[in-house]
């Protein structure tokens, strides 16, 4: 049998919850897609996905989503797409 390590992170809890429940849609343990995402980072060499560090406007963009500064609602779809112009 191989030596195995323990990986141990702290995490929001609402974000492991989310997501536990997509591993249990595609029948995977969390355990088991760890282990899948170290064995792709480890076939590709790098991050199986595409990581960025956001632009300025996307920075200030995040700030005031998270802020909520100058936020619009909308009671309906077809509402956001008047507005939008669609």
Do not use: C, W
């Amino acid at each position: 049998m191989t030596e195995t390590a323990v990986v141990s992170a702290r995490i929001d809890s609402d974000l492991k919850r989310s997501a536990e429940q997509v591993f249990k849609g595609m029948g995977l343990s969390a355990a088991q897609a760890i282990r899948l995402f170290y064995r792709e980072v480890d076939l590709q060499q790098g991050l199986p996905f595409r990581a960025k560090t956001p632009n300025e406007a996307t920075r200030q963009a995040l700030h005031e989503a998270k802020a909520r500064y100058d936020l619009k609602s909308f009671n309906s779809a077809d509402e956001l797409f008047e507005d939008l112009g669609i």
